[in-house]
């Protein structure tokens, strides 16, 4: 599977190399071309090999340079899609994490079926109060937030997990074992989470599926954890940003691995028994 950071990088350089072939189609060296833009030719390399994102301004004006402004609209439209794919934390977290958690309410609500994996956390739509407000607070802590708001947040994210006992969703998750023995917060509450689990669980509109740790015949090992919102977004997690994937044979590809991970989970009474265990062993 293709890392999700280079899924993005991969459509900055579709538009880097349209960028490129305008200009050689044209017959105009790096240099030329900036003159006729106005910039030092450095930018032009930098745009060409994918280092520096074009703004909208520059498309207009490479392709004004080389008489090709009915192309402008189109890159730009491309440019801004794969710019797009991603979204740095420290960007998306300027607000606060409350207002993040907020912003996802209304995209929730329009979705219908989602499928999520995970190999380090219980899903966000999952967790409880207590559970949330340690991952959001180790969150807040790592990334130097200026304001922690990490409670509030996780009250948004419990609020924001109501959409599971609402009509027209369905949720499958997907998570490993050792999702279970990661200890988050104190023991309260990581048994409260675990006891969770078992409820939510069972829910008409849930899926909860456990991939053992000694499962054997695994068609994937432990992936990134990502989120498939019916078949328009897959959503992953990376530790700098988060990467929207909206390609159809990219979310293709994460279907079909949350699908072969699917196979090797254990589902009701066997994931219970898991999750019990996981209980007993915090002691």
């Known amino acids: 599977m293709t890392l999700p950071s280079s899924s993005a990088q991969s ?3 579709v538009v880097a190399k349209r960028l490129r072939d305008l200009r050689k189609g044209a017959g105009l060296t790096v240099v030329e071309l900036a003159v006729g833009c106005g910039w030092h030719h450095a930018k032009t390399s930098r745009i060409e090999n994918a280092r520096t994102a ?3 301004t520059d498309i207009r004006l490479w392709c004004r340079t080389l008489g090709a ?35 996802a309410v209304a995209f929730f609500r329009r979705t219908e079926l989602f499928r999520v994996y995970s190999s380090s956390l219980v899903p966000g739509l ?13 969150s807040a802590r790592f990334r130097d937030l ?36 990661y200890r988050i917060g104190d023991a309260d509450a990581m048994a409260a989470q675990l006891g969770y689990l078992l ?8 899926s909860l599926g456990i991939i053992p740790t000694a499962t054997t015949g695994r068609g994937q090992w432990p992936r990134e954890t990502f989120h498939v919102y019916d078949d328009g977004l897959v959503s992953v997690e990376l530790v700098s940003a988060q990467v929207r994937i909206t390609q159809p044979s990219e979310i293709g590809l994460y279907v079909r691995a949350f699908e072969q991970m699917r196979q090797t989970a ?14 007993e062993a915090l002691g």
């Open 54 to 56: 074009p703004t909208a």
């Open 126 to 138: 999952l967790q409880t109060e207590d559970y949330a407000a340690a991952v959001l607070g180790m």
């Open 11 to 13: 459509a900055r350089e």
């Open 199 to 206: 409820t939510a669980g069972a829910l008409p509109a849930v």
């Open 69 to 103: 402004e009915e192309h402008a609209e189109d890159l730009i439209a491309q440019s801004l899609h794969a710019e797009s794919m991603y979204s740095e934390w420290r960007h998306r977290t300027r607000s606060g994490l409350k207002q993040l958690q907020d912003s």
């Open 266 to 279: 254990v589902y009701g009474a066997d994931a219970r028994a898991l999750v019990v265990k996981a209980i």
């Open 146 to 181: 200026p304001v922690d708001d990490s409670a509030a947040a996780a009250r948004a994210r419990v609020d924001r997990s109501r959409i599971i006992h609402e009509r027209g969703h369905r949720f499958v998750f997907l998570i490993e074992e050792a999702v279970l023995r």
